[in-house]
């Protein structure tokens, strides 16, 4: 499997729910340019998973410019994508997809980094995802520990 983390881009710092913040311009920015260092590795996504919090849909907005491959049927709102979620949650959905598929998972801090570092046996904390972040994992198979990790582009 071909892994992409993208961690949502530059978000307001308030609204009266957290899930309803959006992104701001600089966010936009950050993750068009992210984007676009990884666009040639994005070319193999099929499948987009989203938190379904308000900016991480908008950040999914601008990456489905970047993967015209991807039909919006191929897109989807997932509740195990959300900052606070177990990242086992995330790793059995991952295990349930078909071998070689490649996808592209859109959430938050500290869910990214914490999958990004159970994923390729890292100690915890080892990379920082920040606002924007894009990373390319290959796994063999899904589990702790067995994910190479390809690159890691911050805006």
């Known amino acids: 499997m071909d892994l992409f983390l993208l961690r949502h881009g530059c978000a307001e710092p ?8 959006r992104l701001t311009a600089e966010g936009r920015e950050e993750l068009q340019r992210v984007l676009t260092a990884g666009s040639d590795a994005l070319a193999l996504v099929a499948k987009v998973m989203a938190s379904p919090y308000v900016r991480t849909q908008q950040s999914c907005d601008v990456a489905m410019k970047f993967l015209p491959q991807v039909m919006e049927h191929d897109r989807h709102a997932a509740d195990f994508l959300t ?3 177990n990242p086992q949650r995330a790793m059995d959905w991952l295990a349930a997809q ?14 990214v980094g914490t999958l990004l570092d159970e ?3 890292f100690e915890a904390g080892r990379y920082r995802m920040g606002t924007g972040a894009l ?5 063999p198979i899904v589990g702790r520990g067995q994910a190479d990790l390809v690159w890691l582009k911050q805006p």
């Open 14 to 21: 308030s609204a009266s729910r957290d899930r309803d913040r």
């Open 135 to 139: 990373a390319y994992l290959r796994l």
């Open 98 to 111: 078909p071998e070689g598929m490649a996808v592209l998972l859109v959430t938050h801090q500290p869910l």
């Open 119 to 121: 994923l390729c046996g």
């Open 83 to 85: 900052p606070g979620s």
